[in-house]
């Protein structure tokens, strides 16, 4: 049976096209039950309305608090029970009280390696840390924010001449592959629903990085 997933996305969409993609390839075993955004005009929307997938755009204005909006949206993503919640670009801090209720079975990208450098502006972080190694991380999200339970990182290095611009740019050519080989992991049961850290594969290579699952 392919892993029901529900997705979240503000933006431009393009790591749902992504996993669109990966599952019209069979490269995916996965069902999407819904894609879930608090942007109506975002281009994600329209991605996923082309795809076939049922769709839910709530905007939060006409609502009193970010609480009232969590519990708007997730009362309709609990209503096509998704086995897995995938933060695809969503943009928004979700609630404690959300998190918590959907806690081991939702999970988001983040761009650094977890726990350092969480929020925003990563990559100015780590330029300003000095670290050598920068990258991102597949975790749960948790009621905390960026502090669940990390699945796996994939790791690049940070050049000397590196600015923001081009850190970012090598880290994005890894988000991507880390998430799909993430949910691969989850449809196939190599990594269980709830499962902290567990190893996806001991190591494969991604152009100028790579892939790690956590030990």
Wanted: charged fraction near 25%; include cysteine; charge should be neutral.
């Amino acid at each position: 049976m392919a892993l029901r997933v529900a997705v979240l996305a503000s933006g431009e969409g393009s790591t749902l096209q992504a996993m669109i993609e990966a599952r019209d390839a069979g490269q995916l075993d996965v069902d999407f039950v819904g894609l879930f955004s608090d942007k109506p005009g975002a281009r994600a929307v329209e991605r996923a309305l082309a795809a076939g997938m049922p769709v839910c755009a709530l905007s939060p204005k006409g609502f009193d608090s970010r609480i009232e909006h969590d519990r708007a949206l997730f009362a309709r993503v609990e209503q096509v029970q998704p086995e897995l919640i995938v933060c695809a670009g969503y943009m928004r801090i979700i609630s404690a009280e959300v998190a918590q209720r959907f806690e081991r079975r939702m999970i988001n990208l983040h761009p650094s390696l977890l726990p350092k450098f969480r929020g925003l502006h990563t990559h100015r972080q780590c330029l300003d840390a000095g670290d050598a190694v920068h990258g991102a991380s597949v975790h749960w999200v948790t009621a905390e924010l960026d502090g669940g339970p990390v699945i796996a990182q994939a790791r690049v290095p940070v050049h000397a001449g590196d600015d923001e611009r081009t850190l970012e740019a090598r880290v994005r050519q890894v988000e991507r592959p880390l998430l799909l080989a993430t949910m691969r992991a989850l449809a196939s049961g190599r990594v269980r629903h709830g499962d902290a850290i567990r190893f996806l594969d001991s190591r494969f290579e991604l152009s100028d990085s790579e892939v790690y699952a956590c030990a």
